[in-house]
């Protein structure tokens, strides 16, 4: 049973930084692509950040370019978003998903391709 679990969230002043962790579980995931969403109030989930399955390639939203980095540890199992210069705009619940697409090589920023999902992590950064 494949399950994701994301941490390291919190409540952060504008212009910090905040490291998110997603560990996967239940099967081997160093072939697919993963990537990280979030969710503000009242508005849709949209794409952050996503990473190949070895990590080699990564694509960003706009709106995160140069401030957040994902990367990956697959002898972990364990996908980062590493959050910098933080904005209010930023504020959201952070989600973590994962690809199992049989031979997606790039990443998609289609929330609708990827097949699991953890259970969502808050980060709140205050002006």
């Known amino acids: 049973q494949v399950q994701l679990e994301e941490s390291g969230g919190g409540l952060v002043q504008a212009g910090g930084s905040l490291r998110l962790s997603c560990a996967a579980s239940g099967r081997t995931f160093s072939q697919y692509p993963m990537g990280w969403f979030r969710q503000a109030p009242g508005k849709e989930r949209e794409f952050v950040a996503a990473?190949?399955?070895?990590?080699?390639?990564?694509i960003y939203a706009d709106s995160v370019k140069g401030r957040l980095t994902i990367s990956r540890d697959n002898t972990k199992n364990t996908v980062y978003l590493q959050m910098n210069s933080l904005k209010p705009e930023d504020t959201a619940v952070y989600y973590c998903?994962?690809?199992?697409?049989?031979?997606?090589?790039?990443?998609?920023?289609?929330?609708?391709?990827?097949?699991?999902w953890g259970q969502g992590t808050q980060v709140t950064v205050s002006s």
């Open positions: 998903a994962v690809d199992l697409t049989t031979g997606r090589v790039v990443p998609t920023t289609r929330a609708q391709s990827y097949d699991y």
């Open positions: 990473t190949t399955g070895s990590g080699g390639s990564t």
